[in-house]
């Protein structure tokens, strides 16, 4: 699929095709854009629904040009929620068929084939489903930062065992990831001097508000460029 080709969209977002294009990284579809000779990447592991959605191409595209080779791999294998209100989608099911032990082992070979590319430097953006693969990841070394957005559920011993810098950005109104919950994350992530850490809070805003706001709510766009500036922001920093 070429960038000139559209797709089928999530509900309640507007088309885009993105600048980018479509090729198979360590066996899995994939979205990517920016500089291919670039040293320095970044992957960016969707929401459940999936690698498709226009604004997490968009973002993808806007990481991508401040000089970042960026890949979205479809983790999903061509199987994102399209309609979880439907009465005959079977949410359950659904996470039992797409863990996220099983996306974090998928991931792996995705960061393997970017430095066999050359690739020296790797940072990480994970939304809901996206983050809980990604604090699994960043208790590895195989990526050297990460940004933890409007997760689901994580753990403790995850933050724990944390090894990178690590930035979460929450939601006020999460039941996922209630912010309570995520300061304490971050108090948690503090205690470790030997790298960076911070947890920020956005206020009036629900999960999942990064890459599905609504382009007629002028309150949430703008946050929701704010978070997006944050995570590049820490790339930029820590992605060298």
């Given at each position: 699929?070429s960038?000139?080709q559209c797709?089928?969209?999530p509900?309640?977002?507007?088309?885009?095709?993105?600048?980018?294009?479509i090729?198979?990284?360590?066996?899995l579809k994939?979205?990517?854009t920016g500089p291919?000779?670039?040293?320095?990447?970044v992957?960016?592991?969707a929401?459940?629904?999936?690698y498709e959605a226009p604004?997490l191409?968009?973002?993808a595209?806007k990481i991508?040009s401040a000089g970042?080779l960026?890949?979205?791999?479809?983790?999903f294998y061509g199987d994102?929620?399209?309609?979880?209100?439907?009465?005959n989608f079977?949410?359950?099911a659904?996470?039992k068929?797409?863990?996220?032990?099983?996306?974090y082992e998928?991931?792996?070979?995705?960061i393997?084939?970017?430095?066999?590319k050359g690739v020296?430097?790797?940072g990480?953006a994970?939304?809901?489903?996206?983050?809980?693969?990604?604090?699994?990841?960043?208790?590895t070394?195989d990526?050297?930062?990460?940004?933890?957005?409007?997760p689901g559920p994580m753990?403790?011993?995850e933050i724990k065992?944390?090894?990178i810098?690590?930035?979460?950005l929450g939601?006020?109104?999460?039941h996922s990831s209630?912010?309570e919950q995520?300061k304490k994350?971050?108090?948690?992530?503090?205690?470790?001097?030997?790298?960076?850490?911070?947890?920020?809070?956005?206020p009036?805003v629900?999960h999942?508000?990064?890459?599905?706001y609504d382009?007629?709510?002028?309150?949430?766009?703008?946050?929701a460029?704010?978070?997006?500036?944050?995570?590049?922001?820490w790339?930029?920093k820590?992605v060298?």
């Amino acid at each position: 699929m070429s960038s000139s080709q559209c797709f089928e969209n999530p509900p309640n977002l507007s088309s885009t095709c993105g600048a980018g294009h479509i090729e198979e990284l360590a066996g899995l579809k994939t979205y990517v854009t920016g500089p291919s000779d670039s040293k320095r990447a970044v992957l960016l592991i969707a929401d459940a629904f999936g690698y498709e959605a226009p604004k997490l191409r968009k973002l993808a595209d806007k990481i991508a040009s401040a000089g970042f080779l960026v890949v979205v791999p479809d983790f999903f294998y061509g199987d994102p929620i399209i309609d979880f209100t439907s009465p005959n989608f079977n949410l359950e099911a659904w996470f039992k068929n797409h863990g996220t032990d099983k996306g974090y082992e998928d991931a792996k070979p995705v960061i393997a084939a970017l430095k066999s590319k050359g690739v020296s430097a790797i940072g990480a953006a994970g939304f809901c489903w996206g983050g809980m693969v990604l604090v699994k990841l960043a208790g590895t070394e195989d990526i050297q930062a990460a940004v933890i957005l409007h997760p689901g559920p994580m753990t403790e011993d995850e933050i724990k065992a944390v090894k990178i810098p690590t930035a979460i950005l929450g939601a006020e109104i999460d039941h996922s990831s209630p912010p309570e919950q995520l300061k304490k994350f971050g108090e948690i992530m503090s205690a470790k001097t030997e790298f960076e850490s911070y947890v920020k809070i956005f206020p009036g805003v629900s999960h999942g508000w990064s890459v599905r706001y609504d382009d007629d709510n002028e309150f949430v766009v703008k946050s929701a460029e704010e978070a997006q500036e944050d995570t590049l922001n820490w790339f930029l920093k820590h992605v060298k």
